[in-house]
């Protein structure tokens, strides 16, 4: 929703494109704190979710978020772009809180070495969110509660009021759900607690670049088609082809969540692969305001990451670094290109994002042990990349333009293709799910 947001803000306030990066910056900005704040806890008081149970953490981050988008209420009421940002602050503390506890909670549920397919499999629904949120909120926001060619703060108040409530009930869901209880050991370990772990302190370097570079292009993606050289679109079509950056994540994580299962054979993965690629493009046809013809060129970058998923061989680092490594090209043919070329390299780009946060987190957290909850709230924390580097490329796009700052995620992809590539060639026994403090 941000997404959409940025550009209906930019106009409502007059903002630069760096002023309307603040949006990015104080909701990402968040998840730095909040993870801070939790991280201080854990390492002088003990670990606050071991304590208080996984369940009862996203219970917290579900409410803390439903505060956050009441929040939108006055700020719209006000037309105060200053209570937009506090409100979008607070929504990202109570996102950080479900990420903390969630993405943990996950990877406990079974054995490490196929933490990341089921990482991928429960993003790969959060990715769903993301693809409907374009299309639906936007047409909420820039439509249905919107009057015809007025600019309003106003059409965001009951579109955000729907979702505090749709938090709330899912809050009352989960509280009725028995879910299976973990409580880590508690053995004392001597030095700085998580940070002693070599594969959590790159991790925390590759989540802030994947979440920079991925929010950074995101942010940009409605302008960028609005641009004249590009396509030229209106905010109402471009949403739509920002839902194909978000559900090309999706077809991604669902596919991983196939390739990176090493329970599953070779011809059945690619088989099962297809089936899932196929169902899952059309259920983004169905959802987008497009028809089949205008998205087709999608199909061949569909083609493209599952050819890549098999050259992975369900290696999770072997797999981040190859994806990374197509993303710096597509990104360097989006900035040295133009029309629809440039449009396509960019949208695909959402593909080959998907399995990345997935494969960084559960790379990053492999082995901790009783440190598995710190060391996720410092992965969290990283997610401090949403909030810098899309402020960051908004002053560089305020200077030389949108494509050409396009760079600075360039540089973001290029470390997580190391980081990768150390991963799978010198930390193989983090793969299999067996890596030791300080190694």
């Given at each position: 929703m941000n997404d959409v947001l940025i550009p209906h803000l930019k106009k409502l306030f007059q903002l630069s494109y760096f002023e309307s990066m603040l949006i990015q910056f104080c909701f990402f900005g968040a998840y730095f704190i909040g993870s801070l704040i939790y991280f201080m806890i854990s390492?002088?008081?003990?670990?606050?979710?071991?304590?208080?149970?996984?369940?009862?953490?996203?219970?917290?981050?579900?409410?803390?978020?439903?505060?956050?988008?009441?929040?939108?209420?006055?700020?719209?009421?006000?037309?105060?772009?200053?209570?937009?940002?506090?409100?979008?602050?607070?929504?990202?503390?109570?996102?950080?809180?479900?990420?903390?506890?969630?993405?943990?909670?996950?990877?406990?549920?079974?054995?490490?070495?196929?933490?990341?397919?089921?990482?991928?499999?429960?993003?790969?629904?959060?990715?769903?969110?993301?693809?409907?949120?374009?299309?639906?909120?936007?047409?909420?926001?820039?439509?249905?509660?919107?009057?015809?060619?007025?600019?309003?703060?106003?059409?965001?108040?009951?579109?955000?009021?729907?979702?505090?409530?749709?938090?709330?009930?899912?809050?009352?869901?989960?509280?009725?759900?028995?879910?299976?209880?973990?409580?880590?050991?508690?053995?004392?370990?001597?030095?700085?607690?998580?940070?002693?772990?070599?594969?959590?302190?790159?991790g925390v370097l590759g989540i802030f670049f994947y979440v920079g570079g991925e929010v950074a292009i995101g942010s940009f993606i409605i302008s960028f088609l609005g641009t004249h050289n590009i396509a030229g679109f209106t905010e109402a079509v471009a949403k739509n082809y920002l839902a194909l950056y978000w559900g090309g994540a999706m077809i991604g994580r669902f596919l991983g969540a196939i390739s990176l299962n090493k329970g599953v054979g070779a011809a059945k993965k690619l088989i099962f692969m297809i089936l899932a690629a196929a169902a899952v493009f059309v259920l983004i046809l169905s959802i987008v305001n497009l028809t089949f013809a205008q998205i087709s060129y999608f199909i061949g970058f569909i083609i493209l990451n599952i050819i890549a998923f098999m050259i992975g061989k369900s290696s999770p680092g072997r797999t981040l670094a190859l994806f990374a490594g197509i993303n710096v090209i597509l990104l360097l043919i989006t900035i040295f290109t133009g029309g629809h070329t440039a449009m396509w390299t960019i949208l695909a780009i959402g593909l080959f994002n998907s399995i990345m946060y997935s494969n960084i987190f559960t790379l990053g957290i492999a082995g901790l042990g009783k440190y598995t909850s710190q060391g996720s709230s410092l992965l969290v924390m990283a997610i401090l990349g949403g909030a810098i580097v899309p402020v960051i490329q908004g002053a560089v796009a305020d200077a030389i333009g949108i494509q050409k700052a396009l760079f600075l995620p360039v540089i973001c992809y290029l470390y997580i293709v190391y980081f990768g590539y150390y991963c799978w060639r010198h930390l193989g026994n983090i793969e299999a799910g067996a890596v030791k403090g300080g190694h």
């Open positions: 390492y002088y008081k003990g670990d606050p979710i071991n304590k208080i149970g996984y369940k009862k953490g996203i219970l917290l981050g579900l409410l803390v978020s439903a505060i956050g988008c009441a929040m939108f209420y006055p700020a719209a009421s006000l037309a105060a772009y200053g209570l937009f940002l506090s409100a979008l602050f607070i929504l990202g503390l109570g996102f950080t809180l479900l990420q903390i506890s969630a993405n943990a909670y996950v990877s406990l549920l079974g054995p490490e070495e196929t933490a990341s397919s089921r990482l991928n499999l429960t993003q790969a629904f959060n990715s769903l969110g993301t693809t409907i949120a374009p299309v639906l909120g936007g047409y909420l926001i820039l439509e249905f509660f919107s009057v015809k060619g007025v600019i309003s703060a106003e059409s965001t108040k009951i579109p955000y009021l729907i979702f505090a409530g749709l938090f709330i009930l899912l809050g009352v869901i989960i509280s009725f759900v028995k879910l299976p209880h973990f409580e880590s050991e508690e053995i004392e370990r001597k030095g700085l607690g998580a940070l002693q772990f070599t594969n959590l302190k790159l």
